[in-house]
C-alpha cells in the first residue's frame, strides 16, 4: 500500500465494492463532486489573473457581500449534478429555496447540500478558503426531490467532505467508513491519497474561536474561553496555543489534522449561532466524529438536531471530544 499510487476515483471504487448492492451512482456522484472542486480550484488559482477576484456587487440571501467566486463555485456544482440523473434536490448556502433539477431530466435517489465556498472574505487576501457538502438519501418516493429531503438529521448522512483551496488543494471525504484525505496534483489533475484513515489526535493543540465577540457570548461560552486559555481561576491548566483563520474549513481542517477544538458560540448578535447547520456544521460533524471526535451545539450531538430550516444557524464546538464535552459542561453549569 505505502508506495502506491491511489487516485480519488480508484478509493471510491474500492470503497464501493464493500457494497454487494452498490450500483455506482453514488460512486459517480463523488466523482462528479471531486471534478466541480477541481474547476473551482483552477479557476481560483486563476482568478488574479482574469479579473475575477472582486464583489459583484449582490448580496447573497444572507445579506452577505458575494464574491464573483462564490457564484462561480455555485454554478459549477449546479451545473455538474442537475443533468446526472444522479440527484433528487440540492440545496446550496447561496440560493434561499431548493434547487431543482431541471424539467425534462430524471431524478435520482440523493440529494446534495453544499457550501460552494466557505470563507469568502478570505479569497481578496489569497487566503484558504473550501467546499462543504453532504450527501443524504432522499425521503420521498419519486419525483423532484422536497425541502424534508434536504432537511435531514446529519446522522443520516451517507457521505460528507470538502474541499480546501490552500497552498494546495485537497479533498477530504468520508462514507462512513473512515475519513481519506486527498491532495490534487495539479499537474496531472488529479486527487490522490496523501492522508489515509485521518484520526484527530488525541493530544489537544490548538483553540480557534473569534475572541472579537467574547462580551456578546453567554457565560458558560465565556467561562469556557477562559478555562481554554488557562485563566479560569477555579481550574487552572496550560493554555491552548490558539489559531482563527476565519473561514471554517480552513479552521476545521487544521482542528482535525492537529487536534484541538473549533467553536462558534451563539451570542446576541448571533443568538442561533453564525453557522449554518444544513451545508456546514453537519458535514463537519458527520466527520469529525468518524475521524474519532466530537461536535456538539453546546447542548447535543449535532447530528441528532433536526433541521427545520435550509439556512438554519446552529452554535457549533466541534474537535476532540473532551474539550467540546468541557465546552457542555461549562454551558449546563453556567447558562
Ligand atoms: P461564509 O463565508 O460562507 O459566509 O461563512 C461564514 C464564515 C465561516 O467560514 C467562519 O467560520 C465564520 O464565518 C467566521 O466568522 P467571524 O468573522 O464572525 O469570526
Ligand atoms: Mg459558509
Known amino acids: 500500500m505505502d508506495d502506491q499510487i491511489i487516485t480519488?476515483?480508484?478509493?471510491?471504487?474500492?470503497?464501493?465494492?464493500?457494497?454487494?448492492?452498490?450500483?455506482?451512482?453514488?460512486?459517480?456522484?463523488?466523482?462528479?463532486?471531486?471534478?466541480?472542486?477541481?474547476?473551482?480550484?483552477?479557476?481560483?488559482?486563476?482568478?488574479g489573473l482574469v479579473g475575477t477576484l472582486g464583489s459583484t456587487g449582490e448580496m447573497n440571501i444572507q445579506r452577505e457581500?458575494?464574491?464573483?467566486?462564490?457564484?462561480?463555485?455555485?454554478?459549477t456544482i449546479i451545473r455538474m449534478n442537475s443533468f446526472t440523473g444522479r440527484l433528487a434536490a440540492m440545496a446550496s448556502e447561496e440560493r434561499e429555496d431548493v434547487i431543482d433539477i431541471p424539467r425534462g431530466y430524471g431524478t435520482g435517489?440523493?440529494?446534495?447540500?453544499?457550501?460552494?465556498?466557505?470563507g469568502s472574505s478570505n479569497i481578496d487576501i489569497n487566503?484558504?478558503?473550501?467546499?462543504?457538502?453532504?450527501?443524504?438519501?432522499?425521503?420521498?418516493?419519486?419525483?423532484?426531490?422536497?425541502?424534508?429531503?434536504?432537511?435531514?438529521?446529519?446522522?443520516?448522512t451517507v457521505a460528507a467532505g470538502y474541499i480546501i483551496y490552500g497552498s494546495s488543494t485537497m479533498m477530504v471525504y468520508t462514507t462512513g467508513k473512515g475519513v481519506h484525505g486527498f491532495t490534487l496534483d495539479?499537474?496531472?489533475?488529479?486527487?490522490?491519497?496523501?492522508?489515509?484513515?485521518?484520526?484527530?489526535?488525541?493530544?489537544?493543540?490548538?483553540?480557534?474561536?473569534?475572541?472579537?465577540?467574547?462580551?456578546?457570548?453567554?457565560?458558560?461560552?465565556?467561562?469556557?474561553?477562559?478555562?481554554?486559555?488557562g485563566i479560569d481561576e477555579e481550574d487552572p491548566r496550560e493554555p491552548l496555543s490558539e489559531r482563527y483563520f476565519g473561514a471554517l474549513v480552513a479552521d476545521f481542517h487544521r482542528t482535525l489534522l492537529k487536534g484541538g477544538i473549533f467553536y462558534y458560540p451563539a451570542d446576541s448578535r448571533y443568538p442561533e449561532g453564525k453557522l449554518r447547520l444544513v451545508y456546514e456544521a453537519n458535514p463537519l460533524a458527520f466527520i469529525v466524529e468518524e475521524a474519532g471526535g466530537y461536535a456538539s451545539d453546546g447542548?447535543?450531538?449535532?447530528?441528532?438536531?433536526?433541521?427545520?430550516?435550509?439556512?438554519q444557524r446552529t452554535p457549533l464546538f466541534i474537535g476532540d471530544r473532551v474539550l467540546v464535552e468541557k465546552a457542555e459542561q461549562f454551558i449546563a453549569k453556567f447558562d
Not at 109 to 118: I, N
Not at 142 to 156: F, Y
Not at 299 to 311: A, M, T
Open 109 to 118: 435517489k440523493y440529494v446534495l447540500v453544499f457550501d460552494p465556498l466557505d
Open 65 to 75: 457581500e458575494q464574491m464573483k467566486l462564490d457564484v462561480f463555485a455555485n454554478q
Open 186 to 229: 495539479s499537474g496531472v489533475g488529479e486527487f490522490l491519497l496523501s492522508h489515509p484513515d485521518l484520526r484527530i489526535p488525541n493530544t489537544p493543540r490548538y483553540s480557534s474561536v473569534n475572541h472579537a465577540y467574547e462580551a456578546f457570548r453567554s457565560e458558560g461560552a465565556k467561562r469556557f474561553g477562559r478555562w481554554l486559555q
Open 8 to 47: 480519488i476515483e480508484r478509493h471510491i471504487v474500492e470503497q464501493e465494492r464493500e457494497y454487494p448492492e452498490a450500483t455506482g451512482v453514488f460512486s459517480n456522484l463523488l466523482y462528479d463532486i471531486a471534478l466541480a472542486g477541481k474547476i473551482i480550484a483552477r479557476e481560483m488559482a486563476r482568478a
Open 299 to 311: 447542548l447535543q450531538n449535532i447530528l441528532d438536531v433536526e433541521p427545520r430550516d435550509l439556512h
Open 127 to 156: 487566503a484558504t478558503v473550501g467546499t462543504i457538502f453532504g450527501v443524504y438519501r432522499r425521503r420521498s418516493e419519486e419525483g423532484p426531490g422536497t425541502i424534508a429531503d434536504c432537511l435531514q438529521k446529519g446522522r443520516h
